[in-house]
């Protein structure tokens, strides 16, 4: 919900403390993630960010950090489409924006359920060269597929709302975001590094449009 306050040249959508705290999840998911990540792929023998892909950190011993990894930003993610809902109260996307962000929040749940296959060198003495896909490493990737594709559905869906209330330049980055995020998918053939970067750029972007939705003003 958001109180309304007015001026002779503009009004200000000011959200209510409680969308502001459940957005909150929305905006640390993002660096949550992908900052562990970073600090595990660093530190774990064997891994290599041009060969391995951050979800194979939940394999091997230490991999259970990876998996409340998933879990908790899996959770952050739901609190900050519920928190988006709120933010957005009668204005254009409230309906969609929520649920596909929901969408990619269960994707990381759905993750944390189903590991990515080993392979690529690790975790230590897997084979090299690319894993050999299993039924929940296919599942893992069925599951992320659909979570970005929902990510790259909501970008689009959180122009509207930020165009409405002035922010022109941000609602054409949302439009551009998916591209980014897919060219990064895209390039996954060629450099798993790509696959990492564009993943880690939707989750950034929806960081940033959160916060901005949350806090900024509606300017007219």
């Known amino acids: 919900m958001t109180h309304t306050l007015s001026t002779p040249h503009q009004s200000v959508v000011v959200p209510r403390p409680a969308a502001r705290a459940v957005s909150v999840g929305g905006m640390v998911a993002g660096p949550l993630f992908l900052g562990a990540g970073v600090v595990q792929g660093l530190s774990r023998e064997g891994f290599d960010f041009t060969r391995n892909a951050i979800s194979q950190l939940a394999l091997g011993d230490l991999g259970w950090i990876q998996t409340v990894n998933f879990l908790l930003v899996g959770a952050l993610l739901i609190g900050g489409a519920l928190g988006l809902r709120q933010a957005l109260r009668r204005e254009p996307g409230r309906t969609w924006a929520p649920v596909l962000v929901g969408v990619f929040g269960v994707s990381f749940l759905a993750a944390a359920a189903l590991p990515a296959d ?10 090299e060269g690319v894993p050999t896909m299993s039924a929940h490493g296919a599942a893992h990737m069925f599951a992320g597929m659909i979570g970005y594709l929902a990510l790259c559905a909501a970008f689009l869906v959180l122009a509207r709302p930020l165009a409405a209330r002035g922010h022109r330049g941000w609602a054409l980055a949302s439009r551009l975001a998916p591209v980014a995020v ?6 996954s053939a060629a450099s798993v590094l790509a696959f990492t970067t564009g993943a880690g750029l939707g989750l950034l972007w929806l960081t940033a449009v959160t916060a901005r939705l949350t806090t900024g003003a509606r300017t007219e």
């Open 118 to 127: 080993a392979g690529a060198g690790f975790p230590v003495g897997a084979p």
């Open 182 to 187: 897919l060219a990064g998918f895209a390039g």
